[in-house]
């Protein structure tokens, strides 16, 4: 079986997960972390094992999975690979990452970003030395396109990327909680109830982590249908409220704060978000 490496090392300093699967003769990445620092040490990790990289997969579109491709790939001519749609996003919306994490990361954010170049249909399987990745294309779910892949053929390894949060606030603001809420349903149904889940933050989790996403999603859009939009700061104070008393954890606020509005001009209660 090969052996998971999870990176940064140390997970009470990880913002955000990535992986490393150590095969008999080489080494596939799973996602690529945010910041040029960590996507740095990664490699450094990647290096230490003294085994090719064979491919780097990605399970969503979103840029702290992959804003350090850059660092992590270096020079080495390899295929990132994900589904058409995790591709095609990325190449639509990095514009906008850029506007976005730019002031917010300076020079930790990757100066020239790099973009997967290898699609792959849902179901298919990429196999190194005992290693096997079946990718499950799952279409706009946590982010606009997500892609988790399984490890080996029992359904007991998964990296699942963000389609549950281990007991941290979430990032909703793509808009599309109905899809997410019905993949959880099906992820749920799919795999076995002694099934580890590497997610991308926090975990591994088992298979109760899905009951608890999916009372997140349900109690944060509740909250925002409920509360009075005909005084915004009000209505997004109220939200903040109900949700940190749901989950009292400051670990990821700031996501599920950005998410506040954009959910609410998706469910038609205010003004579209510019
Ligand atoms: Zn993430």
Redesign the pocket.
Known sequence: MPTIHRFPEDPAQAF?NAYLVETSSGVVAVDALLTVSDARAMRRGLESLGKPLHAVLLT?S?P??YGGLTELVAADDVPIVAPRGVIDTIARDDVEKERILRPMFGDEWAAERTFPNTPIRDGETLAFDDAAFTVIDLGPS??PHDSPWILGDDGRTVFL??QVYDHKHC?LADGFHREWLANIDALQERFPSDAVFHI??GGPVGVEAFDWQRRYIETFVAAVEEADWTRPEEAHAAVLERMTRFLPTEDLRFLMELSIEPVAAGLGLIAAVP
């Open positions: 955000v969503h979103h702290d999975h946590e982010s990327g963000d990032y991308g933050h």
